[in-house]
Nanobody
Framework: QVQLVESGGGLVQAGGSLTLSCVTSGRTFSSYAMGWFRQAPGKEREFVAAITRTSSRTYYADSVKGRFTISRDNAKNTVYLRMNNLQPEETAVYYC?????????????????WGQGTQVTVSS
């Protein structure tokens, strides 16, 4: 079992920045590819970014490319999501997730473990 706890959400003005963190415990963190997803009210959960076990590759949704950066520190069992130039439509609960797949996936079903989420609210 893996437990994931997100933090770093909050209220930010449009154009602002936030950094989310997700600390894991349980099985070896470096055994998992990690991803970030978000879910706005009334919408489906959507892929944001993912990173391989060794940070060799990262993947992003087209809507966040160039503004968001995913990274991880295996020594600290933590994955991060740096978000710049946030927009009101990106208001959502942001979730981190762990996958046993070697190559990260953009699909929710590819992830085995999920955190409880952290709220990000972007005001206009």
């Amino acid at each position: 079992q893996v437990q994931l706890v997100e933090s770093g959400g909050g209220l930010v003005q449009a154009g602002g920045s936030l950094t989310l963190s997700c600390v894991t415990s349980g099985r070896t963190f470096s055994s998992y590819a990690m991803g970030w997803f978000r879910q706005a009210p009334g919408k489906e959960r959507e892929f944001v970014a993912a990173i391989t076990r060794t940070s060799s590759r990262t993947y992003y949704a087209d809507s966040v490319k160039g503004r968001f950066t995913i990274s991880r520190d295996n020594a600290k069992n933590t994955v991060y999501l740096r978000m710049n130039n946030l927009q009101p439509e990106e208001t959502a609960v942001y979730y981190c997730a762990a996958s046993t797949r070697f190559i990260p996936d953009t699909q929710v079903m590819a992830y085995n473990y999920w955190g409880q989420g952290t709220q990000v609210t972007v005001s206009s």
